[in-house]
């Protein structure tokens, strides 16, 4: 869906539903003032839901809880991510078990690593959303070579078990993808796009 551009400076703060430092980091590189809140939403897939749709519907989820927590009308962004490899999911792990078991898994394997995005006016109650997906190949992993990993950079909270902006690009092959910050959780060129239409001056 195309967003017809704003010519009106966006007047609204601006807001990333997340705790992410990682997206925090990408986001300052706009040279944008925006705050963070936490998103606190639940993650919990519908029945059926496909994976595409579930990262699109948190994203879009996740901008319009924080909405209901903050005193002012803002433009909040919102990103979700999953990883898919042969139709199965691949969600946080959450601990070290479940962490290994999905390294083994994509060891060797192409994923689609698909981040939905979102920027929700909440003055105008409008959500715009995205979707950007990159291919990631992982190298075929030994036991020994995971388990190192996972002692150094314990990467629980990243879909697929492997955090790309650290240690865990070392597990990698080959990266296809139209914006490498979208793999981080946040990409940029598509935000770029959101904000422009909604009046913000990027750059």
């Known amino acids: 869906m195309k967003v017809s551009r704003s010519s009106t400076p966006a007047t609204l703060p601006l807001v990333l539903a997340s705790t992410s430092h990682f997206r925090r980091e990408l986001l300052s590189r706009l040279g ?16 059926d839901e496909a994976p595409h749709a579930l990262a699109l519907r948190l994203s879009e989820a996740k901008a319009r809880t924080a909405a209901e927590r903050l005193f002012t009308p803002s433009f909040i ?5 999953v990883a ?3 139709e199965q999911v691949y969600g946080k792990p959450g601990n070290y078990e479940r962490a290994a078991a999905q390294l083994r898994a994509l060891s060797g394997q192409t994923v689609d690593f698909f981040t939905g995005l979102c920027l929700f006016n909440s003055q105008t109650n409008v959500a715009h959303t995205r979707g950007v997906s ?11 070579e995971i388990e190192r990993y996972l002692a150094r950079e314990p990467a629980y909270d990243c879909a697929g078990a492997a955090k790309y902006e650290g240690l865990g690009i070392s597990l990698l092959a080959k990266l296809e993808g139209e914006d490498p910050n979208a793999l981080i959780g946040l990409p940029l060129i598509a935000l770029c796009e959101l904000l422009r239409a909604a009046g913000f001056a990027v750059p």
Do not use: K, Y
């Open 32 to 47: 944008l003032p925006f705050s963070t809140i936490d998103p606190d939403c639940d993650e919990t897939p519908l029945p």
């Open 77 to 81: 962004i919102g990103s979700d991510q």
């Open 84 to 86: 898919i490899c042969e």
């Open 134 to 144: 990159t291919l990631v190949t992982f190298r075929v992993l030994s036991d020994a």
